[in-house]
């Protein structure tokens, strides 16, 4: 069986999932109770949870999942919001072809061809948006919204610190979208509280970070039966176990690890114990019992205090490990054994070979070591002395029921992830990451490749150099690549540290909270540069077919974007003229780690306001027109947040508020604090773009009787 | 997420709770628990209809458990109570009725779900703040010089179980014996903090209430025949105990991963059995007197530690290890051979005790921190609500000593909370109003449906058709018999308010509960003579209650917080 695949199959799916999204977007959504086919039931406002747990069968639906479950497992964030932007494309594009359909029916086409020419159609605005994309998105970005970027960290130097506050807001914002109403204001302090303590240094933020996101299971407690208000954070390591044998210590508390039994055994793995007679019986039992005894004895003289085994010690082991005053935790799991590896460096316990004590015993020392009861379960409780900048800290999380605490646990772990998208460092992968995530704008391949044409820029030798780079040269492709990581780390230093001397001029401050804030100017390009490029792209792309793949536009940009880090530092000498306009084009085109804008839609509506003045001076009716469509589309992200907002705060209000301020150039003042992050926001943007135009290619939906991929037992299944 | 199987599609509902159905089941529901509630609630008898066992009860933890509900609605609401219940104990019945009130009267008063959850947040905030204060009209503090309060607080929870079919004086009996079990498990010497003991309930099915009894120390089981075999006891001031962790029946422990090749004519059985008497024989000259092991004792063994008078008791089980090793001092052994002597305990004494036809074998302490409650009673059913009710009064005992302070109970601290919340909001509404998200009326509102929520749950104490009155003074609850005559000297019908504090005769002024109440602000600060002279109050535990009233309001926050239901039909 086919069906038509059309914007209007896809809009209806859209906007089911649409009305389901909105309702728990932003500071004022609710929350969606989703049962488990086991019984379970979760609470949830995220999206990409909801998406899953919908089971969506319509094949369009199955579409738009996929793409955005890819866009979540590069960003992490951004599910919700993606779904609105993409029925509201679509539902432009809709009303934009209804328009158009009038012209189609009076030529009196027959049903089917309409619907082939319908489809030629949609293939042209995929391209349309594709172009839009590359081209105008990200020139938009870096021309006219990047003076609005405000920064998460305290100070632009190579240092980067976190400021608290502004990393409160940051995380409100998060919050606010992904737990109850009541609670995201505690869940943010808590989740701020917890980052401050675990962070032994301000600078090195970012391994808390991974580690946090790596063992999160481990360092969070779940307890039912509680107000969410008893969630708390505490000292050290609660370790998921209760202690087998607890022996009240204090003062120097060591403990050992050990990854196998203490006591020995008869034989092991792969070896053969033969038994001659009883006595021989009788003598290696004793021996044994000896021998974990002289172990137990040594480890107290080392004043071990505390074992922590990842298997189950034998009844030898307890018995004399309580005799020698030594607590015992048994069973942990191989990630709390890493865990504690890593904050303590500490390696497993090697049991000593026949009777010589003097191998040196791996031992770290423990502030304390006692039981934690939380509703009658009781856990071990350590103070481990942390040799990384991670110092040990536990949130045990309350809530009457599991479905919400499994929705803060959910939460917490995916705050850690957006911090780390934010933080993400870009001074080693810099270029690459750039060309990665389509942050470099094609200003700057116009830019350079006017430069080569009208060559006032580029000299000859360059050119000489990077001759054999013509656009579609594969070969020369992959060696520049190369350059690129080999030139990455050489160019940026200096890049960053010109962009930060150049770009703190003007201020934005939208709320006294930031008047401290200096906000990174990401651009601070005269006006004169931006009038020289703005005629070059608006004639640019009738030199270029529009047929042109994306694979090749992307290729473009690598080769040039490595060129210029080339012309950087190859010729060091010469490039004293040519160093300012080549770094500074280069490092305006990228959205600095720690890019923050104030929260409440105030994206969508300055990229609004932006792309429909850009749509205006467009000379080209496709760009006008997609620029314009999604430019509508934008808005309805502020328009769902200010729903339930009257009078003043109603979202006409903003939006003329903010526009007037705009065409004003004044600053533009945000109600609401708390702030998200840009790279975010860009990402979706673009993701979305990218699953439209494959819902817009696709003409028609086959559906077939067995699975494209070769999973034959499912197979069988789906024929039923 | 993106499935390749052929799954089915989920159901996706919206605005729960505006479904009519949904609304008649919460009301079943809600039915349900209000008839439990108070001490004359009605009781509820459950069972399977393929025979088995019937379980008769009015406790929300029995119930909730064995009720299976099927909306996720329910069931997070049943949930939150069943886990409510199995931290506290207590209150089950009064969080389930509360959360189910709020979301009635939200919907009832047709408030707006976002600002009906802020407001109720704040709600319980103000609640909270003045249960914990210091001018509190509803909370007394707990002097441990005297049982007086907590064998009130006992009594109160017994006579809140009307399934455990005590008369008057088996309350005053249990109540006894359960005040007296917890005292015993207070060290005596205690250092900077206290580790409690552990009150173990022994069965004795078949006996009168009356016949339960407290016994210091910890009670074996075991048959005539068997406790015969190891009768009589020498006579001694102290007995020594030895405690194995590790089975004494001869069987071989791990041998590894690898392969054990044993020779021919080499019997490890013997091996192992010389091994256990080398052991029984070091007990002996250790001068053991009694052996208990958590697992079996070998025959040979155990004739060896007979023949030389040695108690030797076997198959004790995990769960009394930990009180037979706290008790008696002892460590668990966990070894064959040469047993350390610090690992030995000690008993005062070792007796039999017979009740009915049971006879059990008696370790009697030498400090008493363990002890036993034999619980008896005729009927199985019933035997197993005692026992639930017990548990539940030791727990909030514990919890008392850790709180020392008891909120009064009979629906008093109810009535009071709501005139409290109503005079706040209505005189100094500024502080939640300052933000300016909610106006007056909305907060009016709110209040109203907070506050009749709280009332209507006292008024569920009330199931013979009797009317509820509130005195304008205290704040406090009464209730009059359904067939009084209307207009009367209200004195004369009512005697003491339903905590059992004040009584009428105070010139006070009544009016009806669920009529409309000019707010007052109710007097605070208790008047210490009046909780001293009253000797029979009715009293709550103030940790399950306080800990109730905020899962109750969370837990409605949530529900009217839903906006979709996704039900996978897988």
């Not at chain 2, 207070?186 to 016994?215: A, C, F, M």
């Not at chain 2, 209307?486 to 004195?491: A, F, G, I, L, Q």
Request: glycine share 6%.
């Amino acid at each position: 069986m086919a069906a038509a695949g059309s914007v209007k199959a896809a809009l209806q799916v859209a906007e089911v999932l649409e009305t389901i999204m909105s309702s728990c977007l932003g500071p004022e959504g609710r929350q969606i109770l989703c049962t488990k086919p086991t019984g379970e039931v979760l609470l949830s406002r995220d999206g990409s949870r909801l998406l899953e747990a919908l089971h969506l069968d319509h094949p369009m639906a199955r579409v738009m999942v996929a793409c955005v479950s890819s866009h979540l497992r590069k960003t992490g964030d951004g599910a919700k919001t993606f779904i609105i932007f993409l029925c509201h494309l679509l539902r432009e594009l809709h009303a934009v072809t209804d328009k158009g359909k009038d012209s189609f029916i009076s030529k009196n086409i027959q049903t089917h061809e309409r619907h082939w020419k319908n489809c030629c159609q949609w293939k042209y605005i995929s391209q349309a948006l594709l172009t839009f994309q590359t081209q105008i998105l990200d020139y938009v970005m870096d021309h006219y919204l990047s003076r609005h970027f405000l920064s998460i960290f305290s100070s632009s130097t190579e240092e980067r610190m976190l400021r608290r506050s502004s990393f409160e807001l940051l995380l409100e914002t998060y919050f606010c979208g992904r737990v109850g109403r009541n609670n995201h204001s505690f869940i943010s302090e808590l989740m701020c509280d917890y980052f401050f303590k675990c962070m032994a240094c301000e600078s090195e933020f970012e391994e808390v970070f991974e580690l946090v996101d790596d063992y999160f299971v481990e360092l969070n407690i779940g307890v039912t039966g509680l107000p969410v208000a008893d969630s708390r954070i505490v000292a050290g390591l609660v370790l998921h176990r209760d202690f087998s044998v607890y022996c009240p210590a204090d003062g120097d508390i060591r403990i050992v690890l050990a990854t196998e039994t203490i006591q020995p055994v008869f034989s092991t793995s792969g070896s053969e114990f033969i038994l001659n007679s009883e006595a021989q019986f009788q003598t290696s039992q004793f021996w044994i019992v000896e021998r974990t005894k002289a172990i137990m004895k040594y480890l107290q003289t080392q004043n071990v205090k505390l074992l922590l085994s990842s298997v189950k010690q034998p009844d030898l082991v307890i018995y004399y490990a309580e005799l020698n005053g030594i607590s015992v935790v048994e069973c942990l799991s191989s990630e709390e054994i890493s865990l504690i590896q890593r904050i303590t460096s500490l390696s497993p316990f090697v049991l000593p070979q026949a009777s010589s004590h003097h191998e040196v015993l791996n031992t770290a020392v423990v502030k304390f070591c006692k039981p934690l009861i939380l509703r009658s379960k009781r856990y071990a409780h350590l103070g481990l002395i942390s040799t990384c900048s991670f110092i040990p800290h536990c949130i045990v999380l309350c809530g009457p029921v599991q479905g919400l605490v499994q929705q803060h646990e959910d939460a917490l772990h995916g705050a850690f992830k957006m911090l780390q998208q934010i933080f993400k460092d870009l001074d080693l992968n810099y270029m690459t990451q750039i060309s990665d995530q389509n942050y470099t704008s094609n200003p700057l391949i116009y830019k350079t490749r006017e430069s080569n044409q009208s060559s006032e820029l580029v000299n000859d030798s360059i050119q000489r150099t990077y001759q054999g780079i013509d656009v579609k040269n594969k070969d020369e492709l992959a060696k520049t690549q190369t350059y690129l990581k080999v030139y990455s780390n050489v160019v940026i230093p200096s890049v960053e540290l010109e962009a930060c001397i150049s770009c703190s001029t003007p201020k934005v401050t939208p709320t006294d909270t930031y008047q401290a804030d200096k906000t990174l100017r990401c651009l601070s390009a005269n006006p004169r540069m931006i009038d020289d490029h703005d005629p070059f792209i608006v004639s640019d792309p009738t030199t270029d077919s529009t047929t042109e793949n994306t694979r090749i536009e992307i290729s473009y940009k690598n080769v040039l974007i490595t060129k210029i880090a080339g012309i950087g530092n190859m010729l060091p000498e010469r490039c004293k003229s040519l160093e300012v306009s080549s770094s500074q084009s280069y490092c305006f085109s990228s959205i600095p780690a720690g890019c923050v804008l104030p929260v409440g839609g105030n994206f969508e509506i300055l990229l609004h306001y932006y792309l429909l003045n850009y749509a205006k001076k467009s000379q080209r009716s496709e760009a006008t027109l997609v620029s314009v469509i999604i430019a509508n589309a934008l808005l309805s992200i502020p328009q769902i947040l200010y729903k339930s907002k009257k009078g003043n705060h109603s979202f006409p209000q903003i939006y003329i508020r903010t526009l007037r301020a705009l065409q004003a150039n004044q600053p533009v003042v945000s109600s609401q604090t708390g702030l998200e992050s840009v790279s975010g926001k860009y990402q979706v943007l673009t993701s979305v773009l990218q699953c439209l135009t494959k819902i817009l290619t696709i003409d028609l939906v086959i559906s077939i009787k067995r699975q494209p991929q070769k999973i034959h037992d499912q197979d069988s299944e789906e024929e039923l | 997420m993106f499935r390749l199987e052929a799954k089915k599609p989920s159901l996706c509902k919206s605005e729960p709770l505006t479904s009519e159905r949904v609304r008649a089941t919460l009301s079943v529901l809600k039915g349900v628990l209000t008839s439990c509630y108070g001490p004359s609630g009605r009781l509820k008898q459950l069972h399977n209809g393929l025979g088995g066992s019937v379980r008769t009860t009015s406790q929300s933890s029995a119930l909730l458990a064995n009720l299976s509900v099927t909306h996720p609605i329910l069931k997070i609401l049943t949930t939150s109570v069943q886990n409510h219940v199995s931290c506290f104990s207590d209150c089950g019945l009064f969080t389930g009725i509360l959360c189910c009130n709020l979301i009635e009267n939200v919907h009832r008063m047709g408030l707006t779900p976002t600002t009906a959850i802020k407001l109720n947040k704040h709600l319980l905030s103000l609640c909270t703040s003045y249960l914990k204060s210091e001018v509190c009209g509803c909370r007394i503090p707990v002097n441990f010089s005297s049982t007086q309060i907590l064998l009130c607080l006992v009594r109160s929870v017994l006579t809140s179980k009307p399934a455990c079919m005590l008369t008057r004086k088996e309350i005053e009996h249990i109540s006894t014996l359960i005040l007296r079990a917890f005292l015993l498990t207070i060290p005596e010497n205690t250092k900077d903090h206290i580790i409690l003991g552990k009150s173990i309930i022994v069965p004795l099915k078949g006996q009168r209430v009356i016949d339960s009894t407290v016994l210091p120390g910890i009670l074996i089981e075991m048959s005539e025949v068997q406790l015969m075999k190891i009768l009589p006891f020498k006579k001694s001031d102290s007995f020594k105990v030895a405690l194995f962790r590790v089975s004494l029946s001869g069987d071989l422990s791990d041998t590894g991963e690898g392969t054990v090749v044993v020779n021919y004519g080499v019997s490890l059985e013997n091996a192992v059995l010389d091994q256990l008497l080398n052991l029984g024989r070091q007990l002996v000259g250790d001068h053991v007197d009694l052996v208990m092991c958590q697992k079996v004792i070998h025959p040979s063994l155990k004739q060896f530690l007979s023949m030389h008078h040695v108690t030797a008791i076997d198959r004790v089980g995990v769960a009394l290890m930990e009180p037979l090793s706290k008790m008696t001092g002892t460590q668990p052994i966990g070894s064959l051979s040469s047993i350390s002597p610090s690992s030995y305990g000690s008993v005062k004494d070792l007796c039999t005790e017979k009740f009915g036809f049971k006879w059990f074998f008696h370790l009697i302490p030498n400090e008493e921190t363990v002890c036993s409650l034999l619980l008896g009673n005729r009927n199985d059913t019933v035997w197993d609500e005692l026992k639930l009710t017990c548990e539940t009064a030791l727990h909030v005992l514990q919890l008392t000593i850790k709180e020392p302070c008891v909120l009064l109970g009979g629906g008093c601290t109810e009535t009071h909370l709501a005139a409290y919340i109503r005079h706040q909001t209505l005189n100094k509404p500024e502080s939640i109003l300052k933000d300016g998200w909610c106006t007056q009326t909305e907060l009016q509102l709110t209040t109203e449906a907070f506050c009749s929520a709280l009332e209507s749950l006292t008024g569920s104490l009330e199931h013979d058709g009797g009317e509820i009155l509130t005195d304008m003074k205290y704040g406090h609850l009464w209730s009059v018999q359904a067939d009084s005559p209307s207009v009367v000297h209200w004195p004369d019908l009512l005697s003491r308010c339903g905590c059992g504090l004040y009584s009428s005769q105070e010139e006070l002024n009544w009016s009806f509960l669920r009529s409309a109440q000019r707010p007052f602000a109710p007097q605070p600060c208790l008047p210490h003579e009046a909780v001293g002279s009253a000797n029979n109050l009715t009293l709550d535990c103030f940790t399950a209650k306080l800990s109730g009233l905020k899962v109750a309001v969370e837990t409605a926050n949530l529900i009217l917080d839903l906006s979709y239901i996704i039900e996978d039909k897988n």
